[in-house]
């Protein structure tokens, strides 16, 4: 084998947005760390001049590359479906394989339409959706302490420890009511949980953080701060994670883990069962 | 057949999130409109003590249930997947029938290793995707014009009409720092777009609404006032549309569209070509 580093250009033919495509083959093309691809998506291909644009643009790919383009494709119409693998690509369909044999296993038939897998605008998930996202802006960082009832769930921890992208995310994703709250140093002193936050106890979840990381990433708000000193960080870290398990708190460490990863946990410990509402 | 409603358990089984297996389940169930499936999440399945809790789960189910379970798996490692598949469900492995072929295509083995699809705490992909939702964030509704010149793209329209979920899943899902800015009405007795934005015409995203929907919106959150009048949104759209027609910005209506569909056109339409950051 050559030192030349392989590239492949990747495809994500979609007749809805193709996020399911995207998705999908960012977690199967992941495992192939030493290759170097760039992803095109071409997103509602729901029309004959669509089909024969994206074959277009897979066919110059090819000419232009060494290798063998890679499309991903998530075409419900079978014509369409049929017409893009006419197109010079290696293809990965990611319905073929699945429809069929679940057709069989259900006893009916797939209803073939496209654009089933979001839910738009006037349903009732979506509203749903929506709501948690004003819900979760709302009371980010304890701006807003009514309605804290409302709440799936609550998110506590120092300053800076992930809780506004982990709130945010599971009311995007899931439709959860993610309210967070601060923990301050003045929490500490008194060495107890905010007074608000008492009556909500079995709705508490923590995150933290080891205090090097948190210094980098308050560092960058507050350069050379007292609030961004490695001092005050394990300080703080080791006060809000003492208060967490003296309160039976459920918490993790967010330092090496994704938004992703860490609602996913989220919801786990508090057993909120909740499917994607996208 | 019967009149009796189908109904199925499906499990999502994976040694990561599970959100890859997830999407795609939604993706492709959503083509069995007349079926009723509970979907189970069993995210970090990384042990033998851990596939065997989720086939005690799953034989459960199909001892419970009139039809067998569907499992959607993405476990990479070879052992736990055989051996998750020893329970009593229709399986249906996301990775099996595209790894191995993607192999032959690329010239190399993958790396079977777990948990890479995920960019965590710590990589510059995840910075620049938290960087962006801080951004998102405090540029959300025009509240901060400082920096507008960072933004990859700002979005435009009247109150309600969906600016600020579709910044937040721009930043969150792409990492595309989206700012967002009301059109109100001094802008449209004025006749021109608000002066902070003239140097960024090209940036510019117009979103819109049907007018009877926004009511609706606007109802929810300030019943009967005249923000919330038919009147008062007929008024607003159709101005905020003849001042993006005026200065040919691109647009697109909200009313029917789910955040993801509106996020993928606004990334098409701009020409930011990004992938997924997560």
Do not use: W
Not at 2 to 10: A, C, E, F, G, H
Not at 139 to 155: E, N, Y
Not at 193 to 219: C, K, M, N, W, Y
Not at 225 to 233: F, W
């Amino acid at each position: 084998m050559s030192d030349k580093p392989i590239k492949r250009t990747v495809f994500i033919l979609s007749d809805g947005t193709g996020i399911t495509a995207e998705t999908f083959s960012h977690s199967v093309l992941s495992q192939f760390e030493s290759v170097e691809f760039k992803q095109v998506r071409v997103p509602f291909i729901d029309s004959h001049e669509k089909v024969d644009d994206a074959i277009r643009r897979i066919n110059e790919a090819a000419s232009r590359e060494d290798g063998l383009p890679i499309a991903f494709t998530t075409l419900v119409n079978s014509e369409l479906s049929a017409r893009v693998k006419t197109a010079n690509a290696m293809f990965m369909d990611l319905f073929a394989g699945f429809v069929e044999p679940l057709e069989q296993n259900l006893g009916v038939k797939s209803t073939h339409s496209i654009g089933k897998s979001h839910k738009g605008g006037t349903s009732v998930e979506y509203r749903n959706r929506i709501d948690a996202i004003n819900y979760s802006l709302s009371h980010d960082d304890g701006q807003f302490v009514k309605d804290l009832a409302k709440a799936d769930v609550i998110l506590i921890g120092v300053s800076r420890c992930g809780k506004t992208p982990t709130s945010l995310y599971l009311a995007m994703q899931y439709g959860v009511k993610a309210a967070n709250f601060p923990l301050i140093p003045e929490d500490f002193e008194r060495g107890s949980l905010p007074s608000t936050l008492h009556s909500f106890r079995h709705r508490l979840f923590g995150l933290t953080i080891q205090p090097d990381r948190l210094a980098e990433v308050r560092h960058e708000r507050r350069p050379n701060s007292k609030y961004a000193s490695i001092e005050q960080c394990r300080y703080e870290v080791m006060e809000a994670e003492r208060l967490m398990r003296m309160e039976s708190i459920p918490s993790l460490s967010t330092t090496t883990k994704s938004i992703e990863e860490i609602s996913t946990t989220v919801l786990q410990e508090i057993n909120l069962e909740r499917q994607m509402v996208y």
